[in-house]
């Protein structure tokens, strides 16, 4: 009995728990079989396998006859294999084939005739450098074409043209020049080209492509958006491209899109984007702007346009904003920030202003913020009315400003904060800034407080940890605690500060 149930426990332990199941490969219950470094596609595989996944193995030439009892194949993935030809025919006779996936391999053409039931097609980097017309011939199931890092330098439609279920073209990563038009794709929903050498999308490119919602152009050469973009948009992709200007007029029959990304182009404006009725996302970083528009979408909810030349941040800037969330002006060269600027943005969680040059904090921010950034600016000072009304702020940046001394009463104007940053500035280490320590400890907020710059003594001096300091301060702060005590009746709302500092403690702090 031990005897048989000892034996049971060894055969599951060998390789895979199938009993034909061929070495280096583990098979499994479900017709699902795994094999690694194999020299060539194993010929002993059940003919009920559904699933044959391959991976760092040496198998330069795909047979024909490696697959012809494998008439139950659904998926099969050779992936990182050294695979440089495929037989003519190798999958036609698949009729199951669903998913075919040759990644990472050293394939220079697409697979001669694939079976008409293939729905995946993956191709992924290896070394493709033309589409023949007809690669895809008759593929009517295919849905998803990813052919992202290869050599191909061109696009005509009728290389296309058969695949009327296509819904996902991936194509990043060519060396694609040129594409040719329409592209009659009725069911395709997304198309990447990011990183080609496209200098130019012919007018009627889109003509046919009235189902398309997510477009990615980044990392090109062109200088224009293209004409012509389908109705059907949701999101369009830019990024780094050659625009100077976007002519947002040619855009307006886009009433969907919501996603516009334009970061690291050559954008000096971009006036006229309020035509964008439904946009709630646009990113502008790395441009050349120097005024925020006078009138942005009406519905946006993240507008990043951080690492531009922008100078001034006015309340006219903002002022239809009610749904931004998110606001990134970081690296710009502010100087000028309007008190109140902010204060129509009633859902603003979220202020970058770090690298600017600000000489103090912004007055009347939105009391909906959670995170503000401030760091690398040139603020001296941290006044309570600044932050007094920031009763959600989770996360405070100060760090590499001017600041040498921190008001107590800051600190007790901030229930919520958890994660204060104050390294970098040239903290004056006095008995006053120890208490302010003690009261961060207290609240338990996470702070990076960084070294005293003066006095002499104290210079190098890590102030939140530092034990002289303490021992220096500690008669200081007995005594203001004996003070407070038989001064009596202090504030009330200090001792209220207090309790909710304590209250909040297990408040969830997620920022979103
Ligand atoms: C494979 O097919 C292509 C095109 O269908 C053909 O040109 C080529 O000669 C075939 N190769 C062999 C070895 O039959
Ligand atoms: C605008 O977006 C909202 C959701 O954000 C959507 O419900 C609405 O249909 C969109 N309008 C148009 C014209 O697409
Ligand atoms: C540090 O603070 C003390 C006490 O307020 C002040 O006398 C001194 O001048 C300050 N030192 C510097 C370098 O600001």
Request: proline share 4%.
């Amino acid at each position: 009995m031990h005897l048989l149930y000892a034996f049971l426990v060894l055969l599951s332990l060998s390789d895979g728990f199938h009993p034909t199941c061929p070495s280096r490969c583990s098979c499994d219950s479900l017709q699902s079989v795994q094999c690694y470094r194999i020299m060539e596609v194993p010929s002993a595989l059940p003919s009920t396998t559904k699933k044959l996944y391959i991976s760092h193995s040496k198998i330069p030439h795909l047979q024909m006859s490696s697959f012809t009892r494998m008439l139950a194949l659904e998926d099969f993935i050779l992936l990182a294999s050294g695979t440089e030809s495929v037989e003519n025919d190798t999958f036609k006779t698949l009729s199951n084939l669903k998913t075919l996936e040759l990644w990472k391999n050293k394939l220079r053409q697409v697979p001669r005739i694939l079976p008409v039931s293939l729905e995946v097609l993956k191709l992924n980097d290896n070394s493709i450098y033309v589409l023949h017309g007809s690669d895809f011939e008759g593929l009517k199931k295919l849905k998803i074409l990813e052919l992202k890092n290869n050599l191909i330098s061109s696009l005509s439609p009728t290389t296309l043209s058969s695949l009327v279920s296509l819904q996902s073209l991936v194509l990043d990563d060519n060396n694609i020049e040129s594409v040719a038009g329409p592209l009659a794709l009725p069911h395709l929903k997304r198309m990447s080209m990011e990183n080609n050498r496209l200098h130019l999308i012919p007018a009627n490119f889109f003509m046919s492509l009235q189902s398309l919602q997510f477009l990615s152009f980044s990392g090109n050469f062109l200088t224009e958006i293209p004409i012509n973009l389908p109705k059907s948009l949701l999101s369009l992709k830019m990024e780094r491209n050659q625009l100077k200007v976007v002519s947002f007029r040619d855009m307006k029959h886009l009433e969907h899109l919501s996603h516009l990304y334009l970061s690291e182009n050559s954008l000096s404006s971009i006036d006229g984007a309020q035509i964008l009725a439904n946009l709630t996302t646009l990113e502008l970083s790395q441009n050349q702007v120097r005024m925020l528009p006078l009138r942005l979408p009406a519905k946006l909810q993240k507008l990043d346009i951080s690492n531009n030349l922008i100078q001034r941040v006015t309340a006219q800037d903002f002022q239809d904003l009610r749904d931004l969330k998110h606001l990134f002006l970081d690296n710009n060269i502010v100087s000028l920030f309007e008190a109140g600027a902010l204060q129509m943005c009633s859902q603003l969680s979220n202020l970058a202003l770090e690298q600017n040059l600000l000489l103090s904090i912004p007055l009347r921010l939105p009391g909906t913020l959670a995170r503000l950034d401030l760091k690398g600016n040139a603020i001296q000072d941290i006044a309570e009315r600044e932050l007094k009304d920031l009763k959600k702020l989770q996360v405070l940046n100060l760090r590499n400003n001017r600041i040498s001394a921190l008001d107590l009463k800051v600190l007790e104007g901030l229930p919520r904060l958890r994660h204060l940053y104050l390294d970098g500035n040239p903290w004056n280490c006095t008995c006053s800034l120890i208490r302010a320590r003690e009261i961060l400890k207290a609240k338990g907020t996470d702070v990076r407080g960084g070294q005293c710059a003066a006095p002499a003594e104290r210079q190098g001096e890590s102030w939140m940890s530092s034990k002289k300091i303490m021992r220096q301060c500690e008669h200081h702060l007995h005594l203001t605690e004996k003070n407070k005590e038989t001064k009596k009746k202090p504030k009330p709302e200090e001792h209220s500060s207090i309790r909710i500092n304590i209250d909040d403690d297990d408040d969830d702090y997620e920022i979103d």
